[in-house]
């Protein structure tokens, strides 16, 4: 396949560096072109590096990363802009990009719900992506963090019935951004609260799991009430799932739906596809931050995967853990992929 040209919006937070990392020598992509904050001046990615055991090439490191300007984006007619824009930033200029034909693939939250932008997980949803096909520019959103892990946990046991969802998130230092949380209020604590998480959560499930139908979602009845949190972790956002499904099952079944779960990125074995999206876990004590948070093969793909745990069934009640990286597949790496899948198709 041909390479694309790309650029990163917000290349200097902790998204946009994974932005990179996922860019980072890509086989559909050239090197990116680098944005950072309207009033940040010009600097490296080295410079701005935050995150952990970067697989970030040498060559994008030394990368410049200019300041944010609308008009020098849009008119360069990128194949792909990858935003992880401030929200107060993306509000506006999201829309006014996709006006001027940019095809945007945003991690950021404001335009999430906007009747015009699938708000697509690869492998929950893809089908949500058709919406764009045709325009000349568009936007194309990843939900939230929590939102995306709960979704990979539902999607596998969705044909039993999905009647409600009651979550409650714990959730890595990470999610709140560098530098985060301050270290007073994080170090041996959990914060019992975070600001529109749960608002998010919500509204958003219904959305992905919902069918589309003349040319829109329709959304799914699904309730879901959640309560998030936030602790002492750096990497990896843990949910404890209880759902409601439409008839009697057992363990045995549930761990089997989750093995086996596979979706249109697998069938096309695109660059940053997991092999195996959802990892079933049998040990008592799994899934845990430390240990799984960078599950997913081959090796763009780590972190890709969500791991799924501590499954017990009551009749048509489900339980289980999941844990996934709340900045690769619950951020930069969904966008990435929703690319790739249409690219895949002739869409960039």
């Known amino acids: 396949m041909s390479t694309l ?5 917000g290349a200097s937070g902790m998204v946009g560096q994974r932005f990179c990392e996922m860019l980072s020598d890509h086989p559909y992509f050239d090197l990116p072109a680098l944005y950072g904050s309207e009033k940040g001046g010009e600097r490296t990615v080295s410079d701005v590096l935050t995150i952990p055991d970067s697989r970030i090439s040498e060559e994008l ?4 990363i200019m300041p944010f300007d609308l008009e020098a984006v849009a008119s360069e007619k990128y194949d792909a802009v990858f935003s992880a824009l401030p929200t107060d930033v993306a509000a506006a200029s999201e829309v006014e990009l996709m006006r001027r034909g940019c095809r945007l693939f945003t991690n950021a939250s404001p335009n999430r719900m906007r009747s015009d932008v699938p708000l697509v997980v690869p492998e929950v949803n893809h089908e949500h992506l058709s919406m764009v096909e045709g325009k000349n520019g568009f936007i194309v959103a990843n939900g939230n963090c929590s939102s995306i892990g709960l979704a990979m946990g539902l999607k596998p046991i969705a044909a039993l019935g999905l009647r409600s969802v009651v979550v409650t998130t714990m959730q890595a230092l990470s999610g709140a951004g560098y530098p985060g949380v301050p270290s007073l209020d994080s170090s041996a604590n959990i914060v019992p609260f975070i600001d529109s998480e749960e608002e998010k959560m919500s509204q958003e499930i219904p959305k992905m799991l919902g069918s589309l139908e003349d040319g829109s979602v329709r959304r799914s009845s699904v309730e879901v009430s959640a309560t ?8 990896g956002h843990m949910e404890s799932v209880t759902v409601r499904v439409g008839r009697e099952t057992d363990a045995a079944q549930i761990a089997g739906l989750f093995n086996s779960f596979t979706s249109l990125p697998q069938r096309l074995s695109l660059p940053s596809a997991p092999a195996r999206p959802v990892i079933c876990r049998h040990e008592k004590n799994r899934p845990q931050p430390l240990l799984d948070v960078n599950a997913g093969s081959p090796e763009r793909a780590r972190g890709m995967a969500a791991t799924v745990g501590r499954i017990r069934v009551e009749g048509e009640r489900v339980r289980f853990i999941i844990l996934t990286h709340n900045t690769i597949r619950g951020a930069a ?16």
């Open 61 to 64: 490191l030394s990368a410049r």
């Open 5 to 9: 040209r790309a650029a990163v919006l």
């Open 228 to 235: 998030c949190t936030r602790v002492p972790v750096r990497d």
């Open 333 to 348: 790496g969904g966008s990435v992929l929703n690319a790739e899948i249409l690219h895949s198709k002739g869409v960039i």
